[in-house]
C-alpha cells in the first residue's frame, strides 16, 4: 500500500472516530426573530402550536403556545403521506412490491374500470389521475379494503397517468392496500412494525377515521415524535443504529416527481413570496419537493403538509429538520406564512454562521484551503471528496481531512472540498456551494523537480537515438 493510501486509510478512520455533532446544545444561532414570527401568526395558527428545529440531530429552537404541547397527539391530515411513504418505501426495500408495478396488476377491478395503468410510483408522486366524486380515502364507514373497491368502482381517470401533477389520495390508498394484500397485515401494523417502532413513535397511529385508517391522511403523532422520523430521513435511512429504510429508498423521497409537468390541482397557492429559487413546489414520493436547484436539478428540500396546519421539514442542503403541529380548522393556507417563515429564518441562520469565500490553490502537490471564518467561530472542519459536496449527504460521505483553527490549511489533493464552521462542540453543517464548498484546482499535468527533468531529457534522448537507428535499418530517410 503507497504513502497516499496509507494516509487516506488514516484519515477515513479518523473521520468515523470523530463522528458528527454531539448532542448537547452550543450552537450560534439567533431565533428571535421566530419567536416573533410564531407570536404574530398565533391567531392563524388557532393560539396552538409546538415547534421544533434541528441541525443535524442538535437541537436549535423550541416554541410552544395554547394546548398543543410537544407531546400532544395531534391530527396530521396529508402530513400522514410523508409517514406512508416510508412504509411504502420499506416494503419496496423487502421485495414485497415494486414501484412500477401497475395497480391493474393486483386490482383486477381497476383494469376492468380504466384504471389499471397508474404504477405505485405515480400513485406516490401524485401523477396518478384517479378522481372519485366523494372522498374514499378517509370516509370513517369503510375499511380499507372497502375504501379501494368504492375507488375501483366509481374512479375515473382525469389525465393520462405521469403527464400531470394532480393531488389526490386515491392512488396512495389502493397502495396501502396492496401492501395489507402482499404482506397479509392491517395497514397500522405494516406501519407500527416498518416505520414507528423503529423510529421510536409509540404513540403513533391511524385511527383519526378508524376503521379506515386513511393512507394519505389518517395518522395522529406529535411535535416529539415526528421529528425523529425526521431525523431518519436525514441520517439516511438510520435511527438508533438500526436500518429503517436503504439509501435508494431515502433519494427517492428526494426525487422530483412531477419535473415540467402542468398542474391539474395543488393545494399549494402559486408564486408565494417564501418559495425557495422562486418555484411553485412539485412532488416527490409522499411529500413536496420544496427546493430544487435550477442549476444542478439537485432537490435540496422536501416537506410533508397537512389540511389542519402541520408540517415537516426537511433540509438535507443544511442538515435542518423542522416540525411544526397545530390545528387549524380554517385550513393550512393560513398557517403557509408561518411554517415558511419559520424554515426562512432557520435557512438564513445556518448560512450567515458558516464560513464564506472558501478558495482552493494548488501548492506543490498539496492544496492551499483559505476561508473568511464564521463570526464567533471556535475553528473549522476540513473535507476532501472526488464528487461535489452539495449537501450533508455528501459532507457524510466526504474524507474528513483535519480540524482547524485560523483561515488557512495545507490539505491532500482532492477534487471538491468543504469547510464547515465550528462552535465547541457544535458543527455547523449547512452547505453553500461556492461559499463553504468548492472544487479543488485542477492539478493539469504535475511539474517535474529538477532530478525528474534529467531522468526526462534521458528517456527523450534514448527514444530519439532509437528511432535514429530504426528507420535507417529499414532504408528511411531521416530529415531534420
Known sequence: MCWNHRFILFLTLLSALGGFAPAGLAQPYDFSEADVLLNAELSNLNGHVAVIVRQDGVELYRFQAGDIDYDTKTRLASFTKTFSAGVILA??????????????????LFEANGLGDPTVLDAWGMRHGINTDLPYTWLPNYTLAQSVIQIGLNGNLVFPPGTRLGYSGNGMQTVGRMAELRTGQPWEEIAR?????????????????????????????????????????????????????????????????TRGLPVH????????????????????FGCWILAENPMTLHVEEVIGAGAWGSYIWIDRRRGLTAVLITDVPSGAISVMDAALGLFDIARRQTESAQVESLMAIQAGSEVDLSWVSATGSTGVRIYGASKPIRDLFDLRSAIFLTQATGASAIVPAFEH???????????????????????????????????????????????TAGTLVLHRGMGMKVTR
Open 265 to 284: 390541482f395543488s393545494p399549494f397557492p402559486p408564486s408565494h413570496p417564501l418559495y425557495p429559487y422562486g418555484v411553485d413546489p412539485d412532488y416527490g
Open 193 to 257: 412494525t416498518r416505520i414507528f417502532d423503529r423510529c421510536g413513535m409509540p404513540e403513533a397511529d391511524y385511527a383519526q377515521f378508524a376503521p379506515n385508517p386513511a393512507v394519505a391522511g389518517g395518522m395522529r403523532s406529535s411535535a416529539e415524535e415526528t421529528i425523529r422520523y425526521a431525523q431518519m430521513v436525514l441520517d439516511r435511512g438510520w435511527f438508533a443504529s438500526q436500518r429503517v429504510l436503504s439509501d435508494a429508498s431515502i433519494e427517492q423521497m428526494f426525487t422530483n416527481a
Open 91 to 108: 416494503l419496496n426495500d423487502d421485495g414485497l412490491l415494486s414501484l412500477s408495478e401497475r395497480l391493474g396488476d393486483t386490482f383486477p
Open 417 to 463: 472540498y468543504a469547510v464547515t464552521a465550528t462552535f465547541d462542540p457544535f458543527e455547523n453543517t449547512a452547505m453553500l456551494p461556492g461559499q463553504n464548498a468548492v472544487a479543488g484546482p485542477d492539478f493539469g499535468i504535475p511539474v517535474p523537480s529538477a532530478s525528474q527533468w534529467s531522468l526526462v531529457a534521458m528517456v527523450l534522448l534514448l527514444l
